[in-house]
């Protein structure tokens, strides 16, 4: 990015210091510059005035962990564990105790007879796009892009064209990603691999990029199967955003992995799902990696109401309108309908006890705690449009701007 357009940048911060999202670009393409440290201070401030968003904290500890930040390391840590920030706060606890270790003299190394995570036997996946609310433009291009190059093999075979490849979900938290993983797993017959970030991230030398490896080899020798790797921004954060040499051996092995260098990924299908794709290193999508990238949105009404029946079944509860509610909560995720609906519950269940009846879920019960529940998709939402006014210049986002365009997220965002 031109100087010119950070100067810009600064000027615009010093006039809206409150504006947490144009701080927060600031600060990345200050990064992307090679101006680590005042990117580093600007992720202080935001720190300080809880704007940084919860999928930065790791990122950014990665970075302060780089330049020797430890001060904000540890208060990225405490504001991770005051948050609720649950699958940031390990890696984070992992980077300060290696930086602490590190500043104590102590080269810690672990030897071949660690305990690996990936020795249990696969099944086949058991879930199915049936057990997917809605989402049916997602279902169909999921189906052409991945499902039919697995069940009709002999025709891509005949033209010469491979089955396999990378296939990244990027979209809000909460809105399915790992399900549509494990339901396409299931829709093609196959074991699923779920490959989570705490599974392969580890404070010794060397030992993240070894359990890395030995997932892809525990796949490969269970194929045909699908690899799923969650927080792919984790794994594979962008090499020019940070200095650090841990993260970029991690990245280089996971190319290597995807390239098959040493080893074949025929019948391998690598599934992976992030919150944050502009993080994602961009040598990840090339083509024969993560070249198809799908775009999960929050659900739509006819989804949000299927997703709302799946988590009302089985619950007592009278003359719900479903319908209705759907149209209440826009933008909700999925995790915004299923704490709606426990919210819900637990109102019944304090009327429960005051009464000492067994009252059944109603209406006015969700009518109440929509009041206390709130879209979860909307900051992310004003965040990525912050990043396709800014980078989007591969126009690698188009599909999520268009997604914005539509009349009623635009009020939507605009409202709020």
Same mark, same amino acid.
């Given at each position: 990015?031109?100087? @010119?357009?950070?100067?810009?940048?600064?000027?615009?911060?010093?006039?809206?210091?409150?504006?947490?999202?144009?701080?927060?670009?600031?600060?990345?393409?200050?990064?992307?510059?090679?101006?680590?440290?005042?990117?580093?201070?600007?992720?202080?401030?935001?720190?300080?005035?809880?704007?940084?968003?919860?999928?930065?904290?790791?990122?950014?500890?990665?970075?302060?962990?780089?330049?020797?930040?430890?001060?904000?390391?540890?208060?990225?840590?405490?504001?991770?564990?005051?948050?609720?920030?649950?699958?940031?706060?390990?890696?984070?606890?992992?980077?300060?105790?290696?930086?602490?270790?590190?500043?104590?003299?102590?080269?810690?190394?672990?030897?071949?007879?660690?305990?690996?995570?990936?020795?249990?036997?696969?099944?086949?996946?058991?879930?199915?796009?049936?057990?997917?609310?809605?989402?049916?433009?997602?279902?169909?291009?999921?189906?052409?892009?991945?499902?039919?190059?697995?069940?009709?093999?002999?025709?891509?075979?005949?033209?010469?064209?491979?089955?396999?490849?990378?296939?990244?979900?990027?979209?809000?938290?909460?809105?399915?990603?790992?399900?549509?993983?494990?339901?396409?797993?299931?829709?093609?017959?196959?074991?699923?691999?779920?490959?989570?970030?705490?599974?392969?991230? @580890?404070?010794?030398?060397?030992?993240?990029?070894?359990?890395?490896?030995?997932?892809?080899?525990?796949?490969?020798?269970?194929?045909?199967?699908?690899?799923?790797?969650?927080?792919?921004?984790?794994?594979?954060?962008?090499?020019?955003?940070?200095?650090?040499?841990?993260?970029?051996?991690?990245?280089?092995?996971?190319?290597?992995?995807?390239?098959?260098?040493?080893?074949?990924?025929?019948?391998?299908?690598?599934?992976?799902?992030?919150?944050?794709?502009?993080?994602?290193?961009?040598?990840?999508?090339?083509?024969?990696?993560?070249?198809?990238?799908?775009?999960?949105?929050?659900?739509?009404?006819?989804?949000?109401?299927?997703?709302?029946?799946?988590?009302?079944?089985?619950?007592?509860?009278?003359?719900?309108?479903?319908?209705?509610?759907?149209?209440?909560?826009?933008?909700?995720?999925?995790?915004?309908?299923?704490?709606?609906?426990?919210?819900?519950?637990?109102?019944?269940?304090?009327?429960?006890?005051?009464?000492?009846?067994?009252?059944?879920?109603?209406?006015?019960?969700?009518?109440?705690?929509?009041?206390?529940?709130?879209?979860?998709?909307?900051?992310?939402?004003?965040?990525?449009?912050?990043?396709?006014?800014?980078?989007?210049?591969?126009?690698?986002?188009?599909?999520?701007?268009?997604?914005?365009?539509?009349?009623?997220?635009?009020?939507?965002?605009?409202?709020?």
């Amino acid at each position: 990015m031109s100087n @010119d357009r950070i100067d810009a940048l600064r000027k615009a911060v010093e006039a809206n210091p409150d504006d947490v999202l144009l701080r927060l670009v600031l600060a990345e393409s200050l990064n992307v510059a090679g101006e680590t440290e005042e990117a580093l201070d600007q992720y202080v401030v935001l720190l300080d005035h809880h704007g940084l968003p919860d999928d930065q904290f790791v990122p950014v500890g990665e970075l302060a962990a780089a330049n020797g930040r430890l001060a904000l390391l540890r208060n990225l840590l405490e504001a991770a564990r005051q948050r609720g920030v649950v699958e940031g706060t390990g890696r984070l606890q992992q980077l300060v105790d290696g930086m602490i270790a590190e500043r104590s003299g102590v080269r810690i190394k672990v030897g071949p007879e660690a305990e690996t995570p990936y020795e249990q036997d696969l099944v086949k996946e058991a879930t199915t796009f049936d057990q997917v609310g809605g989402m049916d433009e997602i279902k169909r291009v999921i189906h052409r892009m991945v499902i039919l190059p697995q069940s009709r093999p002999e025709l891509y075979e005949k033209y010469g064209r491979k089955a396999g490849g990378g296939v990244m979900l990027y979209g809000p938290p909460g809105c399915g990603k790992t399900l549509l993983a494990r339901a396409t797993a299931g829709e093609c017959g196959l074991p699923f691999v779920n490959v989570r970030i705490e599974d392969v991230m @580890d404070p010794y030398l060397g030992v993240s990029e070894r359990n890395l490896h030995e997932a892809f080899e525990h796949a490969r020798a269970n194929g045909p199967c699908v690899l799923f790797l969650d927080e792919l921004d984790a794994l594979a954060f962008a090499r020019h955003k940070h200095g650090g040499s841990e993260s970029r051996r991690l990245v280089d092995v996971l190319l290597q992995e995807l390239d098959a260098i040493g080893s074949e990924n025929d019948g391998l299908l690598v599934l992976a799902a992030t919150n944050a794709p502009w993080d994602v290193d961009e040598a990840m999508l090339r083509p024969g990696r993560f070249d198809r990238v799908i775009f999960v949105p929050p659900p739509d009404e006819p989804a949000r109401a299927d997703i709302l029946a799946v988590l009302t079944k089985g619950v007592p509860a009278d003359g719900l309108d479903l319908k209705a509610l759907a149209a209440q909560t826009a933008m909700f995720s999925g995790a915004d309908l299923r704490a709606l609906i426990e919210r819900g519950v637990d109102k019944v269940i304090d009327e429960a006890l005051s009464t000492g009846g067994e009252p059944p879920l109603a209406m006015q019960h969700l009518t109440e705690a929509l009041a206390a529940v709130k879209p979860s998709t909307l900051d992310w939402l004003h965040r990525v449009r912050s990043y396709i006014e800014f980078a989007n210049q591969s126009e690698r986002y188009d599909d999520v701007a268009a997604y914005l365009a539509s009349r009623d997220v635009r009020r939507r965002l605009n409202k709020n």
